[in-house]
């Protein structure tokens, strides 16, 4: 009993901790058993009861589909309850009335015919692309009008039938409404409003991330791919947070769409506050965060740069990379917080950093685009671009290259050694010089593998070939990694843009001009 | 009244093109008014009604709220609805007997107090993440415990309230089930099946696409940028399949969670078909994708080469794509057809021309990293790494092409020329050797435009600085969109590896082995 004793301490500690992650959660938990608890009164008291008769079920049945998380989601489903319970109650009286008019013979068949043709066409209806998200509303329909045109028809007078329904569940709906407004309210403005700025965090962190491990990595093993893939790198914190900010289009676009269904609240005070600009500015965001996706793509890409050439850069790519994540967290915060501050200063840094990196790069191009054996192309046909008459330069430069370092490397041709397997220079404690050095001597020691002859069997499945790098891309990987974050920064601008637009749309109070005013008033008390 | 008729002409016409897009959706429709006219045919007529009583409207309730598209789905919905009613019956029958029993007084307080407790524990079990997908199932156990409670506290014998209620939702149910599946079946499966290869074909769209208007692209205008993001690129049918693609994950799960519901059907005839593979797949497919969207944002960068430089290598890059999207057509070809074919020999074909491509840039890599005029160097703060040792190669090679080349450019230093005005060259007509020479007098004739001077005023949000590009990191913009390129191939590997698992788990017919017996046959006849 031990053990289970055990693992029933564990089960309250998880219940506990998810208690504690969000106590909304129990908020709302306890508010559903309220609102039930207030209604069924209604019925356990005698008062009540004997007005409403047992009509008042219905109100129960409201309430326990009514009450949702937020009280936008609340408006929203209560609009598509209100709304098709009138709109069945309204038909359902008219069919009722032609039916009973229509003689005791034809009255079955009418409504048999008329159940039938409001089930296909709300059916129907609810799968038009515009009018999706009142798929609830159309199930009401259907419902509603089923039950009030029979049971109109078994217990006469389908228009009392329609009214106690109607009633009971304006009971239930005002109920619901009434304890999800009024106690300790859960806004999906809010919910939205935080999880934006969440998303920004979650791209900044798993841009650090990536940085750090592509600079950290000495080319040690790599668990299988196969796996990875699918547990999505366990060992990757923010890159899960970040893809799912990449998966949050329809979240942002849910809470959105529910703010929009409530009344001014908190800080989000002034009408027509603009919830669509989230959408848009998250949008913007995870046009950025694909730029993350893909260097995080190079991270684990098959086709790797030298762990010697990447710290070449290390300080760059750090530089750039921190004043970038540093910028998309101050846009995070000042959203949060619901300020306007300049950004200009940062956007500077951001872009003078990044021009370092391009420079350096620019600079070092050579270590990116390495020279090549000869022996590589002998045996193979020559390409229409290996007889050009301009390459004659990086021939030469090529030759002087192949000159002043060992040949003896060439040598050995066919012996592929894997990146691993060669010692990690500790770069940092050698000059740069030396690092170069080895650097290109490395280049040259890795022979390209001739191209595997495949057997065309027919039953060769499991035996498929693999893709291979040449050297040259390996460099170029880099170059790769550079580009794509530097065409992250360049999104950031839009982001910027964005984040701006909302800031005036939604008039964010400007900490610029605070400060302005605040120096005005410094330099008339002076 | 020609307009409103014309406009109502369209509207017909735009209902006719939706049933006509998907059939599935009519059959849908009529499926669901048959089945409420079905369950309504039991109170219309004397003798079913007799029997079963006015419960039975709660069996038009239950098919309202279980009938859903798929097959699947609907069994899902039915057992939450079928588990969550006996539970809450089982439960509402030992409350209401303990309450009964405890006398008169104490009764309404158990009743309420449980009601209350029931309210907050689905809600609170609802959130929890692994119970999510069972949300409508607490719902139900909330609702139906509930009603039997309450009603059986005013009408007394919650048992017959319970027992009447259980099998009018069972006879909707029945109902439900039997015209779902009976009658002209959508299968979960089955969609799913055809989503998964429709991705496929997507994801190879996209990538030819983006190819083509890379090498099509004439440095010409693009629309503003924040336009297009929102209205994802309207003149790229292609890329929106493949954003869509990208957020098919919730949609494949769903189908296939729906999926798993399904008996043996149709093409999918064996038990415990793979469905969770196609899930996997899928998250292979997108792990593709998001190289596609990657060399999608090369495409609409702000930094981008030349157009000459692009077309340098226009065949091999072509070579290699549409190897590339071929191979992903034919795996979802495949897919499709529930058939296995040797993919040895694409692969290899993708390879070879992906190492064609490979070999190309390496060769003429020097166009790649443009030679960088030194004025630009020398009014600014030097980088640890201008001083470097090893870079006289680079300089010796720079100042040869410069010596080579018209220094004559040089002379407008600090004239930015936007791209587009340039006369794009008949490249295919020149000798290749004459766009080189062009190609590299232009490399010299862009200055760096100067660092822009920013004014950091408090109040400057709407003029924010820009991003600017050195132009050598504009001719590695092409190094990158080749070395996505690469990655993708690189990933084609995973790919085909994944859809050949499921292959094997779902046991498609083995195309190799076919061939492979029919050539044994034709041996054995000669």
Redesign the interface.
């Known amino acids: 009993t031990g053990n289970r004793n055990f693992s029933f301490k564990q089960w309250i500690q998880s219940v506990w901790e998810?208690c504690k992650g969000d106590i909304n959660?129990?908020i709302?938990?306890?508010k559903?058993?309220?609102?039930?608890?207030l209604v069924?009164?209604l019925?356990?008291?005698r008062a009540p009861?004997e007005v409403f008769g047992?009509n008042i079920?219905w109100s129960?049945?409201t309430v326990?589909?009514m009450?949702e998380?937020t009280v936008g989601a609340t408006f929203n489903r209560g609009f598509n309850r209100a709304v098709g319970s009138l709109l069945a109650g309204v038909l359902a009286v008219v069919v009722a009335q032609v039916a009973i008019c229509s003689g005791h013979v034809v009255e079955?068949t009418i409504?048999?015919a008329s159940?039938?043709?409001?089930?296909?066409?709300?059916?129907?209806m609810k799968?038009?692309p515009s009018l999706v998200p009142y798929e609830y509303g159309f199930?009401v329909i259907?419902?509603t009008f089923?039950?009030i045109v029979?049971?109109g028809?078994?217990?006469g007078s389908p228009v009392k039938t329609a009214m106690d329904r109607l009633y009971s569940i304006a009971i239930g709906a005002f109920v619901t409404v009434f304890v999800n407004v009024l106690i300790f309210p859960i806004w999906a403005g809010e919910q939205l409003h935080n999880e934006l700025a969440k998303n920004f965090d979650a791209v900044a962190d798993s841009l650090e991330e990536c940085i750090r491990k592509y600079l950290e990595d000495d080319d040690s093993d790599h668990p299988e791919?196969?796996k990875t893939?699918?547990d999505e790198f366990p060992d990757e914190p923010a890159y899960r947070r970040c893809q799912a900010t990449?998966?949050s289009?329809?979240k942002l676009e849910t809470l959105a769409s529910s703010a929009k269904w409530e009344p001014p609240h908190g800080r989000f005070w002034h009408c027509s506050y603009p919830w669509s600009e989230y959408v848009?500015v998250g949008?913007?965001l995870r046009?950025c965060a694909?730029?993350v996706?893909?260097l995080h793509?190079?991270l684990h890409?098959?086709?790797q740069a030298p762990h010697n050439l990447r710290i070449t850069f290390q300080?760059?790519i750090l530089d750039a990379s921190n004043h970038a994540a540093e910028l998309v967290r101050s846009l995070g915060k000042d959203i949060s917080n619901m300020m306007?501050t300049?950004?200009?200063?940062s956007?500077?840094k951001v872009?003078?950093s990044?021009?370092?990196l391009?420079?350096?790069?620019?600079?070092?191009?050579?270590l990116?685009?390495?020279s090549?054996d000869d022996q590589n192309?002998s045996s193979k046909p020559l390409?229409?671009?290996?007889h050009?008459?301009?390459?004659t330069?990086?021939d030469?430069?090529y030759s002087?290259?192949k000159d002043?370092q060992g040949s003896g490397d060439l040598e050995l041709p066919l012996n592929p050694q894997p990146v691993g397997t060669l010692p990690s220079a500790p770069a940092q404690a050698e000059s740069?010089?030396e690092v170069?050095?080895k650097q290109?001597r490395r280049l040259h020691s890795w022979p390209s593998r001739e191209?595997d002859v495949?057997?065309?069997g027919?039953?060769?499945?499991?035996?498929?070939?693999?893709?291979?790098?040449?050297e040259?891309?390996t460099a170029?990987?880099l170059?790769?990694f550079?580009?794509?974050l530097?065409?992250f920064?360049?999104r950031?601008?839009?982001l910027?843009?964005?984040v701006?637009d909302l800031a005036v749309m939604a008039r964010f109070k400007d900490a610029?001009?605070q400060?302005?005013t605040e120096?005005l008033i410094q330099n008339q008390t002076q």
């Open positions: 998810f959660r129990v709302f938990s306890l559903v058993g309220l609102a039930v608890l069924s009164l019925i356990l008291f009861y047992t079920i129960i049945l326990a589909i009450f998380y079955p409504i048999g159940i039938f043709l409001i089930g296909a066409l709300t059916s129907f799968l038009w199930r259907l419902f089923c039950l029979v049971s028809y078994r217990m791919f196969s893939v699918m990449l998966n289009s329809t848009k949008a913007v046009y694909y730029e996706m893909a793509g190079v890409s098959e086709i300080s760059e306007r300049p950004k200009s200063t956007l500077k872009h003078t990044t021009e370092r391009q420079r350096a790069i620019d600079m070092h191009s050579y990116l685009t390495s090549h192309y390409t229409k671009l290996s050009t008459l301009s390459s330069l990086s030469l430069s002087l290259s002043g740069y010089h170069m050095k290109q191209v495949f057997d065309e027919v039953l060769e499945m499991d035996n498929l070939p693999r893709m291979r790098a040449l040259s891309t170029l990987s170059a790769t550079t580009s794509l530097i065409e920064v360049a950031l601008d839009h910027v843009e964005s701006n610029g001009v400060k302005y120096i």
